[in-house]
């Protein structure tokens, strides 16, 4: 009986523990994919158009400044999309368990010499405990660069 009741307490610390390694790997992949997408964010933001010493000065798709600080301080754009994460099925709109938003800022930091701050939040929800979580990339930019 005695050998009984030890044989049970390890079997069920062994099944806790790879029930806690896979949550903590299943978490890790999460937060992989949204840090990749707050990346992208960032990187889009970046490919844009930025050149202060051109004139005549304008904003907008095509000129000098493809894309200028939000009026208001709101994001400069939002994307909403699935994380790259393995998963079975396809993806719905009915399921958001493993849906990323993407904000990203634009603000100027410095006018002379002119500098500006890109900021990516990746917000994400945990399915297993329904925790939601933020990655956020931040990169500096000088013109033309």
Do not use: C, H
Request: net charge negative; no cysteine; hydrophobic share 40%.
């Amino acid at each position: 009986m005695v050998a009984f009741g030890i044989f049970a307490m390890a079997t069920g610390g062994l099944i806790y523990g790879y029930v806690v390694a896979n949550r903590l790997a299943e978490w890790s992949s999460m937060s992989l994919a949204a840090e990749s997408f707050a990346s992208q964010g960032t990187e889009r933001a970046r490919a844009a158009n930025w050149r202060p010493r051109d004139y005549p000065p304008d904003t907008g798709p095509g000129t000098m400044d493809e894309l200028p600080p939000a009026a208001g301080g709101g994001p400069a754009f939002t994307n909403v999309d699935y994380m790259d994460v393995p998963t079975k099925g396809d993806p719905s709109s009915s399921n958001f368990d493993f849906w990323v938003t993407n904000y990203v800022w634009v603000s100027n930091v410095s006018t002379n010499p002119p500098l500006r701050m890109y900021r990516s939040d990746a917000i994400w929800k945990f399915p297993v405990t329904g925790q939601i979580y933020t990655n956020s990339v931040v990169l500096l930019r000088a013109p033309d660069q």
